[in-house]
């Protein structure tokens, strides 16, 4: 696997490392020991899936409250999308800072995603499927959010959002959650 940090500390962008034959290819995508020398959370209790029925979908901006903040591995296995994260540590260098990547089926790319992170995507394509690999398992109490066009963080969607969930209308501003 290839780790290419981002500008957001800790995130990185993972490309596998194909070993092609007759058959076509093997490659490995997570690996316990390679996470952990890289200084990334190694462990994995939960594994989730999305299924977006169409494009322009955003799910987003999730992220989990200490003391069950979650690292994620997210990965798109089918179609594509626009996957952005916010850093919320505000100890960091690069606080309320966000980085945005496409993951696609086809380029199979993985983002991993900190602790202390929002995170969220928009479909690119009709039935897009993602995968995420989860370091915590989901504590409803401790589910948070920010809204996906807060000027705060002024991320530049791709493309027009046409399916968005209440949930992720009703969340506040993140000037308001700081109060």
């Known amino acids: 696997m290839h780790f290419i940090p981002t500008h957001l500390a800790g995130a990185y962008l993972i490309e596998p490392e194909p070993t ?13 020991y390679e996470f952990a020398d890289k200084g990334l959370n190694p ?9 977006n029925k169409v494009r322009g979908t955003l799910r987003g901006m999730h992220y989990q409250k200490a003391p069950h903040a979650e690292a994620k591995l997210v990965r798109c296995t089918q179609g594509a999308v626009y996957d952005v994260i916010i850093d919320l540590r505000s100890d960091s260098n690069t606080f309320t ?9 086809e380029n199979r790319k993985a983002l991993y995603v900190p602790e202390g992170f929002a995170h969220g995507f928009i479909t690119l394509k009709d039935d897009t499927e993602v995968l ?10 401790f589910a948070a959010g920010l809204r996906w066009d807060d000027p705060a ?6 493309i027009d959002v046409k399916v968005i969930s209440e949930r992720d209308l009703a969340y506040s501003a993140f000037a308001a959650q700081l109060i």
């Open 132 to 141: 995420y690999q989860m370091s915590e398992f989901f504590h409803a109490e």
């Open 20 to 32: 092609s034959d007759e058959r076509g290819f093997f490659a490995r995508t997570w690996c316990r």
């Open 43 to 51: 462990n994995l209790v939960q594994c989730n899936i999305s299924y």
């Open 153 to 158: 963080f002024s991320i530049r969607w791709p």
């Open 97 to 105: 800072q966000w980085f945005g990547v496409e993951l696609t089926a």
